[in-house]
């Protein structure tokens, strides 16, 4: 029997099976923008993100019975970039970006950038993983909508939907947004001279320095715990910049976010806003003073850019053993740069450096650490040109002429060069008289 409602329109709806991205409809109430509206772009692409973390299930082909289940991509977590979503949906890559922002501050995504090996050998850097916090996407979908501190969800008549005991929806981590968005943050963007350290960096430094540093990011974001790749940050940072020029730049970093209209939830961030602002004030720290004794070195001789640095004037003095003591602090900030902002990879740096040192042409052009950075992508051309022909298969192809003609080749080859003078043996004076006696004769 054909089940009917009465409408042709609803019936025929009964054939249709959709199957994709699932938008709960509490999800525009929850997940709203700054001016209360909610929040498309973030949807849309939290439902697609939702939609690959939802388990495929496998059933017997025989019984039908269901055998197991198993998950849509490869990795522990799911692998997309912004340009996939910029032409699945259409968005621009910075609402992208932006609408990313707002998912993290909710606390149901979160970004991790990895470097991975392709099948084909080749090394990938700053490759996008999303994470999906089930138990905030559970507490978005199945919850009142998301009120502002001292607000409550009210009906039409303007009565509290919140029965006793109950609360709006908030992510886990945090507390009910003020709707000012105060933070207690000072105002440090004009940092005295005479308040930067130099006596102690984050290769010397304590856990307890660390712990400083993420108590007092973690109070300036006002949420949440702090992650792994936070840790990370703050100990890159601290290699560079002491603890307590951190703190203090720290705070101008939240500062200027303010400013901005942004807001911080990872330290990666304020990592290169505390270094390259402590750089500044360091050499300008120098000139102000004019300090005639060195400073105090910023790079450690245990970091891996001053082990860089030293490698190249090793391998640079092997051929001139009368080149001149480079600063191999300056070295190590270019080292550093390729690092950090060009994504080099540590151990090829150090292949490098032995390669073009070795090389009759780059060992001759290559004579400081900001030459290597320059003229790395050629380096690295040229090695693989270099690999390439060495690799090449020589021609082995072999002679398959035949025996016969090898021989007759050989027999010609060998052959006696005739001498100048005639068969007969005769000389030209005696052919010369026959000549004559045979005209006398005639």
């Known amino acids: 029997?054909?089940?009917?409602?009465?409408?042709?329109?609803?019936?025929?709806?009964?054939?249709?099976?959709?199957e994709g991205n699932v938008t709960p409809h509490t999800w525009y109430q929850n997940l709203l923008l700054k001016n209360k509206k909610p929040d498309l772009i973030g949807i849309t692409i939290l439902a697609d993100i939702a939609y690959w973390y939802r388990p495929t299930y496998v059933y017997d082909d025989t019984t039908g019975q269901l055998k197991g289940i198993k998950k849509k991509f490869r990795a522990d977590l799911l692998q997309r970039d912004y340009e996939s979503f910029e032409n699945r949906f259409g968005f621009s890559k910075k609402q992208i970006r932006e609408?990313?922002?707002?998912?993290?501050?909710?606390?149901?995504?979160?970004r991790h950038w990895r470097t991975i090996t392709t099948n084909q050998g080749m090394k990938a850097n700053n490759v996008l993983f999303i994470e999906l916090h089930v138990d905030n996407l559970k507490a978005l979908t199945y919850s009142l909508p998301y009120c502002s501190a001292g607000e409550h969800p009210i009906d039409l008549e303007g009565n509290?939907?919140?029965?006793?005991?109950?609360?709006?929806y908030c992510p886990t981590g945090q507390d009910p947004i003020a709707p000012e968005g105060n933070t207690n943050t000072k105002s440090s963007l004009e940092i005295s001279t005479d308040s930067i350290t130099t006596t102690k960096t984050g290769d010397e430094s304590s856990p307890d320095d660390v712990d400083k540093l993420?108590?007092?990011?973690t109070q300036l974001r006002n949420s949440g715990f702090p992650k792994a790749d936070d840790y990370h940050s703050i100990k890159r940072t601290l290699a560079v910049v002491p603890v307590n020029n951190a703190l203090e730049l720290l705070e101008s970093c939240f500062e200027t976010a303010q400013k901005r209209g942004k807001k911080i939830t990872v330290f990666s961030y304020c990592e290169p806003f505390i270094i390259e602002r402590y750089e500044a004030l360091l050499a300008r720290h120098q000139l102000v003073d004019d300090v005639e004794e060195p400073a105090t070195?910023?790079?450690s001789t245990d970091s891996i850019q001053y082990q860089l640095a030293e490698r190249l004037l090793e391998r640079i003095r092997s051929n001139n053993q009368d080149f001149k003591q480079p600063d191999l602090q300056l070295w190590s900030k270019d080292m550093l740069l390729m690092i950090r902002k060009d994504q080099r990879d540590q151990d090829q740096m150090f292949k490098v450096i032995d390669w073009c040192q070795d090389h009759s042409f780059w060992k001759i052009h290559i004579l400081s650490a900001s030459k290597l950075r320059e003229k790395y992508d050629q380096l690295l051309v040229a090695a693989a040109e270099e690999k390439r022909r060495r690799n090449k298969p020589q021609n082995t192809r072999k002679d398959n002429m035949p025996k016969w003609c090898r021989k007759e080749q050989e027999d010609k080859e060998n052959k006696p060069i005739p001498s100048k003078s005639t068969d007969s043996g005769k000389s030209f004076q005696q052919l010369l008289e026959e000549s004559r006696r045979r005209k006398k004769a005639n």
């Open 160 to 168: 509290s939907l919140l029965t006793q005991g109950e609360t709006p």
């Open 297 to 299: 070195p910023i790079h």
């Open 1 to 18: 029997m054909k089940l009917s409602t009465g409408l042709e329109t609803v019936d025929q709806m009964q054939e249709v099976h959709f």
């Open 214 to 217: 993420v108590e007092r990011f």
């Open 99 to 110: 609408a990313f922002d707002r998912l993290e501050d909710s606390k149901i995504v979160q």
